[in-house]
């Protein structure tokens, strides 16, 4: 492997990646032009590109925005209600895998902007079918929410007439440099395909070897392009028009709108995610798995590229928390009726031999990232530099409930 100068990113990342010349990711790369690019004009580009959607009559939506109760939902919709004047409808794909203050951070997101709402609740008998064939299939039990996010807005679009569809930022940029910002690449099936759905379709989900059927996946699937082209669908990421710094935005919302959020066993990050309690739990250790790295490392690569930490004590951190175990094998266990020594062998199927050495007794030796990239010590307590970069105000498990909850009668 070959690992970026800058950031710990190597050239097997799974979105794909490339190191110049001069040992630089394309990621690292384009994200210098958020120092370079006249962000003023690109605002100004965006207000036009929106105007065109605004409802003349006002009896419809101006435009839809997918939300959920963590990540840049509030940053996203504050941009759209409060600085382009925009009627947003909110759509909401229900995960199954709600933490309290995820649900909590969701309702005061609807009532603080004062927006409609749609909640998509797919039947849990049908979500269950699905998540125990990817997780078999392809060590992933994350597939149904990322189906479901990335399509539901599309439908909605449709079925509202409702053209303009507006995310926060593109993954695909703000990790491994995909596309400029300049680029202005915009929603894709394709690109949902590809990257969002691993490669794999709700189509290619029911095969002969399970019981899979249509009732179960139509939900997941991507209007056609006739209904597309009819109604004219464009989805849009706000990061090409706005400096995308996500401790920023969220100190931010935390500051005006009351948003909440919870410290992890596994990352050093308490704003992301906290509105599932698999996500960086029993998904981040599939990642560590099948990838070698978890989000710890991505948390530290977007860290400094911003500057606010340093190459080494981004590798410190990676090392600390990615092998930190689990909290919520059991309640998953639960959901998914399945016991956890049955679970653990299916997760192991999926360790990737390039990253994990299989020893006697069923043991397993990390040969991961961050063990292949030099560290030079030093006797800088790097725990204490970092002691205040991010800051919890709330518990992941208020209210400690023994079941996953359902989003019904919202929060009070």
Known sequence: MKFCKRC?????????????????????????EKDILNWDLRWDKLKKLVDEYRSKSGDNYDCIVPVTGANDSYYTVWLV??????????????????????????????????????????????????????LRRFGNIYWHVLAG??????????????????????????????????????????????HDLFGFSPNKLKTVFNTLNENDLWNYKYPDDYDLNAVGVRGIYLGNYVRWDPKDQHEFM?????????????????????DCYNYMDIHDLLKLYKHGYSKVTDHATREIRHKRITREDGLRLARKYEQRPISYLNKFCEWLEINEKSLQFILDQHRNKKYWIQKENNLWEFNGWSKHQKLIENDTNFDSNLSNLFKSNDELERGKPSKYITIGKGYP
């Open 8 to 32: 710990l990113y190597s050239d097997s990342h799974p979105l794909g990646l490339v190191i110049d010349s001069q040992g630089i990711c394309s990621g690292c790369r384009i994200h210098e």
């Open 149 to 194: 996010h990335s399509v539901f807005p599309v439908q909605t679009s449709v079925r509202f007439k409702i053209p303009l569809i507006i995310w926060g930022a593109h993954q695909g940029v703000e990790q491994v440099g995909m596309f400029s910002h300049e680029h202005e690449v915009e929603m894709t099936r394709r690109y949902r395909e590809d």
């Open 254 to 274: 935390i500051s005006q709108c009351n948003y909440k959020t919870a410290r992890f066993n596994r990352t050093f990050d308490c704003y992301d995610f906290v």
């Open 81 to 134: 209600k409060e600085k382009l004047k925009l009627n947003p409808l909110l759509v909401n794909y229900n995960k199954y895998f709600n933490t309290p203050l995820g649900i909590r951070n969701l309702a005061n997101l609807r009532r603080f902007f004062n927006c409609d709402i749609i909640y998509q609740n797919v039947n849990p008998i049908s979500v269950k079918k699905i998540t125990r064939e990817t």
